[in-house]
């Protein structure tokens, strides 16, 4: 089986900004590796004026809720790293069963790796300027103030651009490669089976398991 890997434009992001980056990236691959009868639904972004579609289904928001959770909580833990975040797809095939085990293999089809390059900022900073709260007569702070709205709004409408190019590069990548999907196991499930994996993309770990998992054609995943 063929495995494609889709390797995101990395995102220079702000923690604040994380959650929302995410949810338009994972939700536009979900959407187009989505099967069955769907309810889908377009949302409106709550930092960016971009629309994105969800499938519609309650377990895979949770999930991708869940998920970006944990990706924020281990960025918290190990800030000024760039991070790394993989939505990979796989087939289910059962191993021929043995007296004492039952077993399956996952052979995974395709790799999403999103890379955000986050900036740290000092605790209880927000990403939002409070020097317009403070005024002085000579208006020193208020030219502080508006130099800093003026670079924070060129900042995101710059990353708002990168989300919107990211987004095309994956509608780009779902209608160019097709020949590596295999057959559709159920019409009844929403998605492809698949898992979120997070980690810094310094971690070496990480690494190597990447590379495992591309070479996982006659090398499958052993799950009990």
């Not at 395709?110 to 900022?121: D, Q, R, T």
């Not at 605790?123 to 208020?142: A, E, Q």
């Not at 919107?164 to 019409?187: C, G, S, T, W, Y």
């Not at 990480?206 to 070479?215: A, E, P, Q, T």
């Amino acid at each position: 089986m063929n495995c494609e890997v889709c390797q995101l434009k990395e995102l220079d992001v702000e923690h604040f900004e994380i959650r929302e980056v995410l949810r338009c990236i994972f939700h536009t691959i979900m959407f187009h590796r989505a099967l069955g009868l769907l309810r889908p639904k377009d949302v409106d972004s709550e930092l960016f004026d971009i629309i994105y579609t969800q499938c519609g289904d309650a377990e895979v928001e949770k999930k991708i809720e869940d998920k970006i959770t944990q990706f924020i909580d281990r960025v918290e833990k190990h800030p000024n790293r760039k991070n790394q975040i993989c939505l990979s797809f796989y087939e289910v095939k059962n191993k021929q069963a043995s007296w004492f085990t039952n077993k399956v293999e996952r052979f995974y089809w395709e790799y999403w790796y999103i890379n955000l390059n986050v900036a740290h900022h000092p605790k209880g900073h927000s990403g939002k300027s409070n020097l317009s709260k403070v005024v002085d007569p000579g208006g020193k702070y208020n030219i502080l103030a508006e130099s800093a709205s003026e670079e924070r709004n060129a900042r995101r409408t710059v990353l708002e651009s990168s989300l919107r190019e990211v987004m095309f590069q994956i509608i780009k990548f779902v209608n160019e490669k097709k020949d590596h999907i295999p057959a559709i196991p159920n019409l009844e499930c929403v998605t492809f089976p698949y898992e979120i994996s997070i980690s810094s993309s310094s971690d070496s770990a990480f690494g190597m398991d990447v590379i495992r998992r591309m070479l996982q054609t006659g090398h499958p995943t052993m799950l009990s």
